[in-house]
């Protein structure tokens, strides 16, 4: 059986573009009753019948989305934001500025809710938000710098992605004038101020807003224990014998626990490290940076400055190209 406008129209002797309309309306409904698989079926049907010009192309991308959301389908709402992402750059050459500029901030907004609860999540928030795509930060940037504080909580709570910790201390850095709360204070005074008693303060507000936000509460635990490891790491790169009582006032831990969470540290990180449990402290060996981590750390800054340079560049281009398009299908989702 082939599906598409020609055998439609034939089948149905009525216009094939108000059937495809019909599916989109009963679909919506099947939406605004809570019967979200149907309304999937019949929107992906929609989908695969109309042309991606019709008028409510993309607002069918927006309701599926919000359908796998309200199912927690995340593999399949991960896909989704992806497609909606690509139909959102390629329609940007052809849709006014400002438009584009609010489908981006949209999508960053929605896109919280997947990220934060699909198993890779934390990454791909990292990429879209900050790496890969110089136009998802600048929405950020002008319309909702509030999402600084969910990007600062996956970089913290994301081991692997510690290099990009550099980088966002930059951002965090200009936009503060405009947005500040006290997660993204947290690493101002740890990475620019080098402030470990502000750090500490602010540790104890940052548990309280993240136990109260809604993205971040199921994140608490992991996060205090990740901003410790900041903590002791960047205090131990500026002192070489260090008091465990001192460690465990800024740590916001009592003595005993901080001693041992030290010795857990230093074992499974394997750090160059000894406790001298007499005196109560802990002495530091001298690490040195190999020559091939410091390359790579100036590769990396290269290449993140070499996309901003290319992105500046691409906008002075399509500004001077003065190209603004028709419009788009406002999202009735």
């Known amino acids: 059986l082939t599906l598409d406008l020609e055998h439609l129209h034939k089948a149905l002797g009525t216009d094939a573009i108000q059937a495809t309309h019909d599916l989109y309306h009963f679909g919506k409904l099947q939406f605004d009753i809570g019967n979200y698989p149907e309304a999937v079926h019949f929107l992906n049907l929609y989908s695969v019948l109309a042309p991606s010009s019709d008028k409510y192309s993309v607002s069918v991308v927006w309701g599926t989305l919000a359908c796998y959301i309200l199912q927690q389908e995340w593999d399949l709402a991960l896909d989704e934001l992806k497609r909606l992402r690509s139909i959102i750059e390629q329609n940007a050459a052809t849709t006014n500025p400002l438009q584009s500029l609010q489908q981006r901030t949209w999508l960053i907004h929605w896109g919280l809710i997947v990220y934060f609860n699909h198993a890779k999540g934390l990454d791909m928030l990292i990429d879209h938000y900050v790496h ?15 999402i600084l504080r969910y990007v600062a909580v996956a970089v ?9 910790m550099k980088d966002f201390v930059k951002i965090i850095e200009q936009e503060s004038y405009s947005y ?18 502000g750090a500490q303060k602010k540790l104890k507000e940052c548990e309280a807003v993240i136990a109260n936000d809604f993205f971040l509460t199921a994140c608490t635990a992991n996060f205090m224990e990740n901003a410790r490891l900041f903590i002791f790491e960047i205090f131990c790169r500026i002192h070489q014998v260090i008091s465990i009582d001192m460690l465990a006032e800024k740590l916001n831990m009592e003595t005993g626990e901080a001693e041992k969470w030290i010795v857990n540290l230093i074992r499974d990180a394997r750090m160059d490290a000894k ?15 190999s020559i091939y981590q410091q390359v790579l750390e100036k590769i990396r800054g290269l290449l993140f400055r070499s996309q901003v340079l290319c992105n500046n560049l691409e906008k002075i281009a399509e ?15």
């Open 132 to 146: 890969s795509d110089q136009h998802y930060l600048n929405a950020i940037q002008t319309q909702c710098p509030h």
């Open 156 to 164: 913290i709570i994301n081991n692997r992605r510690r290099s990009v």
């Open 180 to 197: 500040k709360d006290p997660i993204t204070e947290f690493v101002s005074c740890l990475y620019v101020n080098y402030d470990f008693d």
């Open 275 to 289: 406790i001298d449990s007499q005196k109560g402290h802990v002495l530091m060996g001298s690490v040195d940076v």
């Open 319 to 333: 500004s001077k190209a003065d190209t603004f398009g028709a419009g788009w299908a406002d999202s009735n989702f």
